[in-house]
């Protein structure tokens, strides 16, 4: 069985800092970009990032450009989202993705969800003011 597991979500004042991981298991994505998207209440899934196989390549939302950093480590099978000067706007639901599709950063990945193959099933960030 495939799995996407997020951890390190919690609650932080505003201005600090979380680190997310997310661990696979049952198939490797080591050849596959993967990325990271979050949800608020009452708004949509929201894209964040996204990295490449092999993590020469990164792409992130405005919202969060200079803030958060994608990374990943294949020989752990482990992707991670280091946050830093966290603000209120950035509470939600953060999930991780893989893109079995593409090994590294395509345009498709910042429009929508359709291109997410695998979800995990999220760790919540609360971020106070």
């Known amino acids: 069985q495939v799995r996407l597991v997020e951890s390190g979500g919690g609650l932080v004042q505003a201005g600090g800092s979380l680190r997310l991981s997310c661990a696979t298991s049952?198939?490797?994505?080591?050849?596959?970009?993967m990325g990271w998207f979050r949800q608020a209440p009452g708004k949509e899934r929201e894209y964040v990032a996204t990295?490449?196989?092999?993590?020469?390549?990164?792409h992130y939302a405005d919202s969060v450009k200079g803030r958060f950093t994608i990374s990943r480590d294949n020989a752990q099978n482990t992707l991670y989202l280091q946050m830093n000067s966290l603000k209120p706007e950035d509470t939600a639901v953060y999930y991780c993705?893989?893109?079995?599709?593409?090994?590294?950063?395509?345009?498709?990945?910042?429009?929508?969800?359709?291109?997410?193959?695998?979800w995990g099933q999220g760790t919540q960030v609360t971020v106070s003011s």
């Open positions: 993705v893989a893109d079995v599709s593409s090994r590294g950063i395509r345009p498709a990945q910042t429009m929508g969800t359709r291109w997410a193959d695998y």
């Open positions: 049952g198939r490797t994505f080591s050849s596959d970009a």
């Open positions: 990295i490449s196989w092999n993590g020469g390549s990164t």
